[in-house]
């Protein structure tokens, strides 16, 4: 016996098995470790689908001149990947936090199936959500998904976390760390006074407690598929249903949801002494063909009110015009006097509009006399030769319902 083993086993209780020093040397591989490297760091840029084997490297340096195996090449590659994992920390959420973000499920409204937009907005310290659905995402549901949710919580949460959706984020700058915000976003957060943050741009694990929620709103709320009659139905019973998941006690936590709800409820800001206006205005005028374009769709008006200037306004249901206070529309009832009505949205040709398509057919209308609410004649517009329900009118204003 070697005094070098006597002496291990003198140090050692139990044999200390083969310990290696120093790195072994990589004779044919050492010239091409840089190349590897440079592989590896491009691939950061490609689809992860489209990115190296090992495998596919070692053929790559075959053809460079490389006279190694295919074993140490598979080594490299598996160390060196290894250096670039990211390494995460659990984080801490104080009360009075938020964290907010849309999904889509299926619904069958009026017996047709359909995919919406459901708003989440979730309290990372007691994991209370509040969640409403809508058509789409865009600004106005956006907006009014903040508004129901500040009055469901009962107070608006010092700080907020998005992603970087284009409804917030016109553009980001600074190599990502900076943020142009757009307008409807500005408007919302100075009447609300909450602190924003961005997640960086394809980390969402940055706002894991909401993505969480989204996930289990889907597989909770939306299964088995709710069968309702509109929007209305639908968001009174996901309303109750995060009231009812109050109730629940999270494995590590040390009350129900509704006991550290408090606890948030205790750091919000006071809501604001008049509500938000979740209303899109747009001043515009009516073209030649009797139509007033609104967030890229055509809608109809009377035909007096072409070449005039129009407001629209829309919300999340619906988007109403109205004349200028400086004109004024002669009516049948008296001078001095505006109309109303109430049509139909008219789209003259196929129209894409972000999420979704809208279509109608444009047919040539004829007037006829109908008694308004306030007792004066109007107009009531029909279509000829189209099957489209009558429309009476009855004001000031116009008012276009979305359609499904």
């Known amino acids: 016996m070697h005094w070098e083993t006597l002496q291990k086993i003198l140090t050692h209780s139990e044999p200390p098995g083969y310990r290696q020093h120093r790195p072994r040397g990589r004779k044919k591989l050492g010239a091409y470790l840089a190349r590897i490297e440079q592989i590896l760091k491009e691939d950061q840029a490609m689809p ?24 140490i090449v598979k080594d490299v590659v598996r160390e060196l990947t290894q250096r670039r994992q990211e390494v995460f920390v659990p984080l801490i959420h104080r009360p009075g936090e938020a964290q907010v973000d849309f999904g889509q499920a299926v619904v069958k409204m009026n017996g047709v199936l359909r995919k919406v937009s ?17 058509e789409r995402e865009c600004t106005e549901t956006f907006w009014e998904g903040h508004v129901q949710g500040f009055e469901f919580f009962g107070g608006v949460p010092k700080r907020i976390s998005y992603d970087n959706t284009k409804i917030a984020v016109a553009k980001i700058i600074g190599g990502g760390k900076g943020r142009r915000l757009t307008r409807g976003f500005c408007q919302l957060q100075s009447h609300y006074l909450f602190a924003h943050h961005f997640c960086r741009p394809a980390r969402g694990n940055e706002k894991g407690v909401v993505e969480g929620q989204v996930k289990f709103t889907r597989l909770n709320f939306f299964v088995p598929v709710p069968q309702v ?14 009231v ?13 949801k509704a006991e550290l709800l408090k606890g948030d409820q205790s750091a919000f800001l006071p809501l604001p002494a008049t ?18 374009r609104f967030d890229a769709n055509d809608y109809s008006v009377p035909v007096r009110w072409a070449h005039h200037p129009v407001v629209a306004k ?8 109205s004349m200028r206070k400086d004109r004024r529309w002669p009516s049948t009832g008296g001078s001095g006097r505006r109309s109303k009505c109430v049509l139909s949205p008219c789209i003259i040709w196929r129209c894409w509009n972000a999420n979704r398509e809208h279509w109608i057919m444009r047919g040539r209308w004829r007037a006829g006399p109908c008694r308004s609410a306030s007792g004066f004649c109007a107009d009531a ?23 499904p």
Not at 118 to 130: C, H, T, W
Not at 246 to 253: A, S
Request: positive net charge; hydrophobic residues 35%; aromatic residues 12%.
């Open 48 to 71: 992860r689908k489209q990115r190296h084997t090992a495998k596919r490297i070692w053929e790559r340096l075959q053809t460079e001149g490389f006279s190694g195996g295919y074993t």
């Open 118 to 134: 459901f708003f989440v907005m979730a309290l990372p310290y007691s994991d209370g959500s509040f969640v409403m659905a809508f």
């Open 229 to 242: 009659r509109d929007f209305a139905e639908l968001n009174a019973r996901l309303r109750q249903q995060c």
């Open 244 to 256: 009812e998941d109050r109730e629940r006690r999270l494995r590590g936590q040390a009350g129900t």
């Open 275 to 292: 509500a938000f206006a979740a209303c899109r205005q747009v001043s515009t005028t009516a073209s030649s063909l009797s139509l007033v």
């Open 314 to 321: 829309g919300d999340w249901q619906q988007v109403r015009g």
């Open 381 to 403: 517009w029909k279509p000829s030769g189209r099957v489209m329900a009558p429309v009476s009118t009855f004001g000031c204003c116009v008012s276009w319902r979305s359609i």
